[in-house]
């Protein structure tokens, strides 16, 4: 499913939060939203997921320019916002439609995907922070969504079950395709993740330089093909260089 | 995958009970233990309070000793009279209970979805909240007459205000966030309120329940008191009135039991709907 931004804006209390975006994603792309915070990463987001509709421009889902949710599109934020009085499984087909033995049986399929076949009875306070936000990313996931937008999902965890969580989400993509957007502040984890990685700058956010990474996955973290995308981003973003 | 059980061969399952019955035994030695630190010094203090009045240090006309205490229960518990008046105390707390809630939950639930509804509302109930709830007693009286009305009409009016307030609050509170989840697959307002709002509201309207119920039995008290041909409160009545203090003493010991025992009824309710909470974990 493609996905396109024509002239997006966004004003809060007469505030411009993002100004004039335009891009476009095509089917099965991971396109990374990157940019130091306040410059309007997570609104964008918010405009694309249909939660919030009160931009300006137009956000085209496979041409469809309607701004309402729309149920072919899943979301993972940046905490797990697992509900608290449901199990785990109870959890992941929390969004599911149909009838109850199948909604069961795919929602394990997805919990074995993400390595938590054996937790489903359990509830939410009894998961560490890596356990709920893959339960998470089960439950978004459950719904084979064509548009899966993702808000920092991994910035609340420890370096390591980071990396665990982006190779999952990885191994996911290339199972079901989704066409991702993330958004992140972590060039290592857009560098990566991302085919192409969009630069957001200043306040109010705009356009500012658009990457693509067209190494092959799985990608060496180490790699200095990496370290020279780091290095162009970080030049990019002027963090290289103290001014002021 | 409820009836794995019985799919279970009898050994893992016989296996499972005795597992369960051992740690359901672990848990009562536990509570016991705890029962008995807590009893030690109630059981000292009525000891000491058994022999003064034996011997003579407090006067009996003032302070009985607790076998006579224990005696006019058992006196009243033959004649029949106890029930009667238990009955019909909890009858009233309990009607009054029902009441008082339910016109919560109708206010409380308006209040909380609607903004509108809390601006037209909340500020009257707020200033009906600051009124001492027993200033009403004498206007019901005159309104509903000494008889059943009036008296459930104050109950319901005491256990009105904590569920309604603990209602609102419980709903106004309820996480954003875990709205805009419910909102990202689709859920009209309907079901967003039925899979997502009450569920999340759930322990603050319970808290409500539980000091609603406590104040239903404070407010039967002040009821009775008022005017009563039976019940608990008119037990105190005619303890004061035929000098017997013994007869005060048993009718305050006894809304002690009750209030307790309704309490923990209410408790366990709680502990059941809301084993998901955090606080919960057993220790």
Redesign the interface.
């Known amino acids: 499913m493609s996905l396109e931004l024509r002239n997006v804006s966004r004003l809060f209390d007469g505030k411009q939060a993002v100004n004039n975006i335009s891009f476009f994603a095509e089917h099965g792309e991971i396109i990374g939203l990157l940019g130091t915070s306040g410059c309007g990463k997570s609104t964008l987001l918010r405009a694309i997921s249909g939660l919030d509709s009160d931009y300006d421009g137009d956000i085209a889902i496979n041409g469809n320019t309607e701004k309402e949710i729309q149920d072919t599109t899943g979301f993972i934020f940046q905490e797990p916002r697992l509900f608290p009085w449901l199990t785990v499984l109870d959890n992941v087909t929390f969004g599911l439609k149909g009838d109850k033995k199948g909604k069961i049986v795919r929602a394990k399929e997805y919990l074995k995907n993400v390595g938590l076949e054996e937790s489903g009875e359990l509830y939410p306070r009894q998961l560490s922070g890596g356990m709920a936000q893959r339960v998470a990313i089960a439950r978004a996931l459950v719904t084979s969504p064509e548009i899966l937008l993702l808000d920092e999902p991994f910035s609340a965890l420890d370096a390591f079950t980071k990396m665990q969580l982006q190779d999952l989400l990885l191994d996911i993509w290339k199972a079901y395709k989704s066409t991702i957007v993330l958004v992140t502040h972590d060039i290592d984890e857009a560098t990566y993740l991302c085919d192409r990685i969009i630069i957001l700058r200043g306040q109010p956010g705009e356009l500012h330089k658009e990457i693509r990474i067209k190494d092959p996955r799985p990608r060496d973290r180490a790699s200095k093909q990496l370290a020279t995308y780091k290095a162009e981003i970080l030049e990019s973003l002027d963090l290289n260089v103290k001014t002021s | 995958?409820k009836h794995k059980g019985e799919l279970a061969s009898p050994v893992a399952v016989t296996n499972r009970i005795n597992k369960k019955k051992g740690e359901r035994t672990k848990r009562d030695f536990r509570g016991g233990e705890a029962v008995a630190l807590g009893s030690i010094i109630p059981i000292t203090l009525v000891i000491v309070w058994e022999i003064f009045s034996r011997i003579g240090v407090f006067p009996a006309y003032q302070l009985p000793a607790p076998s006579a205490i224990v005696e006019t229960i058992r006196e009243m518990a033959q004649d029949g009279s106890l029930w009667n008046h238990i009955g019909i105390t909890t009858f009233r707390v309990l009607v009054g209970f029902v009441l008082g809630t339910i016109a919560a939950v109708i206010l409380g639930s308006f209040v909380g979805f609607y903004k509108k509804a809390e601006q037209l509302f909340d500020p009257m109930i707020q200033a009906f909240r600051s009124i001492p709830s027993l200033a009403w007693v004498p206007l019901f009286i005159l309104w509903m007459g000494i008889g059943e009305p009036s008296k459930i009409t104050m109950i319901a009016v005491g256990v009105f205000f904590p569920v309604y307030l603990n209602i609102v609050s419980g709903i106004t509170g309820v996480d954003r966030?875990?709205i805009?989840?419910g909102?990202?697959?689709?859920l009209n307002t309907f079901q967003l309120i039925k899979?997502?709002i009450l569920?999340?509201a759930?322990p603050s309207f319970l808290v409500g329940l539980r000091s609603g119920l406590g104040l239903g039995w404070m407010f039967v008290v002040a009821a009775e008191l008022m005017g009563a041909s039976k019940g608990l409160g008119y037990l105190l009545v005619l303890g004061q009135n035929t000098l017997s203090p013994e007869t005060i003493i048993a009718s305050i010991i006894l809304f002690a039991i009750i209030g307790k025992l309704s309490d923990w009824i209410l408790k366990l309710v709680e502990k059941r709907a809301l084993?998901?909470?955090?606080s919960f974990?057993p220790r």
């Open positions: 995958m966030k875990l805009e989840v909102k990202m697959y689709g899979r997502v569920p999340a759930l084993s998901w909470q955090d974990v």
